[in-house]
């Protein structure tokens, strides 16, 4: 397989608001980047800006958010079918509660992804968060004008799946399948830097300290075995304790997802390679 050449900073954007998004540390994440890959693995995908800047010629992205791979799925597969739901449904309070209750997972790839989408424009900050049965309890946002159906930015997005593998999975099996020379990016949900800023509901089970040990000694294992990696998490002392003997870069990023205007800014945030 030919090795995949980075690209200069002009590629596509997500389709996705994410708390926790990379688009503006893309920058930064470049500059860690080997300059050529073989496959790119993204096993905790989320919004999934670095590969869709990257555009790589082969990659697997995975998640065990079932419903937000089938809503990758639902804008692979049948990105018109999501652009026309996404054109019936009204930036509206009312609309809004009614449609999150919706028994979504009865429903095709593209109906998951036209709610997952419609919510995740019209909530707050862009939130995903379920309780403990599975059940989406965003509250609604407080936009002027949010744009619900970006037309181009789906279809750019439609184009660039194309050629990515869709799971859902757990992290470690899915890298598993990655080997030397390809490039493997980490997100998980951050080690809180205190207590109260824990955030444990991303999905159901949650992403807890033993995750967080699973994640360092699958990125040992990748090390080893000759794949590039990058990993992002929060600046505390147990990740710096946790990934020694790594490369590690503290970095500044803006975050928006405190309820509290006053606190959110620019943190701190650690880049492990």
């Known amino acids: 397989m030919e090795a995949f050449r980075l690209r200069p900073i ?3 954007r997500p389709f996705l608001k994410w708390a926790g998004g990379k688009r503006q540390l893309l920058p930064v994440l470049l500059e860690s980047a080997p300059p050529d890959f073989n496959r790119y693995f993204e096993p905790l995908v989320g919004g999934g800006a670095l590969f869709f800047h990257l555009r790589p010629a082969s990659a697997v992205l995975a998640d065990k958010n ?9 804008v692979r597969d049948n990105v018109d079918d999501v652009i026309e739901l996404l ?3 009204r930036y509206d309070p009312r609309f809004y509660y009614e449609f999150r209750k919706v028994d979504i997972d009865r429903r095709s790839d593209a109906e998951v992804a036209a709610w997952f989408i419609y919510l995740n424009r019209a909530g707050f900050n862009g939130l995903y968060r379920v309780n403990r049965d599975n059940q989406f309890n965003v509250s609604f946002g407080r936009y002027t004008n949010p744009t619900i159906c970006d037309h181009d930015t789906l279809r750019d997005c439609s184009a660039s799946l194309q050629r990515a593998d869709l799971t859902v999975a757990d992290f470690g099996q899915v890298a598993k399948a990655a080997r030397r020379g390809d490039l493997v990016y980490f997100d998980p949900p951050y080690v809180p830097l205190s207590a109260t800023s824990c955030f444990t509901s991303y999905t159901t089970n949650g992403f807890d300290a033993d995750d967080h040990r699973r994640l360092r000694d699958t990125a040992l294992m990748l090390k080893k075995r ?13 990740v710096k304790a946790l990934y020694r003997g790594f490369k590690q870069r503290e970095v500044l990023a803006t975050r928006a997802i405190n309820s509290k205007a006053d606190r959110r800014g620019a943190i701190r945030e650690l880049l492990i390679t």
């Not at 000759?226 to 147990?238: F, R, T, Y």
């Open 10 to 12: 002009d590629g596509g």
């Open 87 to 89: 054109g019936g449904y």
């Open 66 to 74: 079932e419903r937000l791979i089938r809503t990758y799925r639902g």
């Open 226 to 238: 000759g794949a590039h990696i990058l990993l992002s998490n929060s600046v505390a002392p147990v």
